[in-house]
Nanobody, 122 residues
Framework: QVQLVESGGGLVQPGGSLRFSCAAA????????MCWYRQAPGKQRELVATITSGGMTTYEDSVNGRFTISKDNTKKTVYLQNNSLKIEDTAVYYC????????????????WGQGTQVTVSS
């Protein structure tokens, strides 16, 4: 059993900053790719940022240069630093990790956090 628990988020003015974290807990053998997604009202969920097990990062074009994904393997945690927030960044943000458990160590599965609301408004 694996759980991802998100924290952070909230209400911020345009131009402000927020930092999210997502911690994995449970019978974890190995962590692979970690991602942040977001879903705005009336829109499909979209991939925002990705960090591989080797530390390579990629970003969706609209957040590139403003958001930074990072991780701490010892804490089994992925972070998303959001700077220069815009009204259009308003969404529910979800973390997603590809994790191999102790029971199925050869086959990683995808796990999701519960989501955290970000509202950018003046």
């Amino acid at each position: 059993q694996v759980q991802l628990v998100e924290s952070g988020g909230g209400l911020v003015q345009p131009g402000g900053s927020l930092r999210f974290s997502c911690a994995a807990a449970g019978s974890i053998f190995r962590l692979y790719v970690m991602c942040w997604y977001r879903q705005a009202p009336g829109k499909q969920r979209e991939l925002v940022a990705t960090i591989t097990s080797g530390g390579m990062t990629t970003y969706e074009d609209s957040v590139n240069g403003r958001f930074t994904i990072s991780k701490d393997n010892t804490k089994k945690t992925v972070y998303l630093q959001n700077n220069s927030l815009k009204i259009e960044d308003t969404a529910v943000y979800y973390c997603q990790m590809s994790i191999a458990t102790l029971r199925e160590w050869q086959r990683p599965n995808d796990y999701w956090g519960q989501g955290t609301q970000v509202t950018v408004s003046s």
